[in-house]
Every structure is written in structure tokens, then in C-alpha cells.
């Protein structure tokens, strides 16, 4: 569980991470990860699940290596020639490291070597972090 107990880590070194396809025993690291990121809005444990399943769904999870732990994941789909970019969130204690970036522009580069012509998105009006990310 996310407390605010848990020691803050202020960098992480791209050597110390690995993004990876989702796993099923990624989704309890997932459901806290989710819950302080959306608060009663969060997808369900489930919702994952049935992602990691569909056929036009790929969901990855962001590694810190050195500990391990999941601290961040991002999920988009594939349809024809669009992607649509479904979930991204980073664990509180690493955020402010670009790693929302780093998983992003890691799915738009896997979008661009395939046959991808557009990506989309939603985010909420009040979300002002993904809004930033975002315009970046």
C-alpha cells in the first residue's frame, strides 16, 4: 500500500528502469498506483486484467530494477490506423523524474514502427500534470 511513510526517491537513472509488457502479478502494484492517481474514478483490478487480454490492447509496466517495484504503467490500444492511449500514471513518490514521459514517448515510438498515423487521448480538465505532459 502507497503511505507517506515510504522514503521518497527524487532520481532515477535510466539504468535502473525497465518497461516491460503488464503482467497479472504487476496488477495489486497497479491498483495502488491507481487508486491515489484517480482517486474514485480508478479502473478496477479486473478492468486490468480483461486489458491485458484484449487483442487490441498492450499495457506496460514501468520497473525500478534496483528494488523491484512497479513505478508507473501505461496502456493504449491499437484500432486500424489510431492509437488511443488509454491509462498512464507514476507511483507518487517518483513523479517529477519524466518517467509519465518516458513511458509515453516509449509508446509513441512502438505506434510509429507500426502502422500508426495518429495517436489520441483523454484527460480530465482539472488534470493540469497530464495536460503538461501532454503538450510536451
Known sequence: MISSSEPIQSKVRASQLEIRRMRAQDVPQVMEIESV??????WSDDSFYNEMNNQVGRYYSLIHTDIPKLVGYL???????????????????????????????????????????WVTLEVRVTNYNAQNLYYK
Do not use: K
Request: aromatic fraction near 8%; proline fraction near 2%.
Open 75 to 117: 496502456g493504449f490500444w491499437l484500432i486500424a490506423d489510431e492509437s488511443h492511449i488509454t491509462t498512464v500514471a507514476v507511483h507518487p513518490d517518483y513523479r517529477g523524474n519524466a518517467l509519465g514521459e518516458l513511458m509515453l514517448v516509449q509508446a509513441v515510438e512502438r505506434c510509429m514502427g507500426s502502422s500508426i498515423h
Open 37 to 42: 492517481s484517480f482517486g474514485r474514478h480508478h
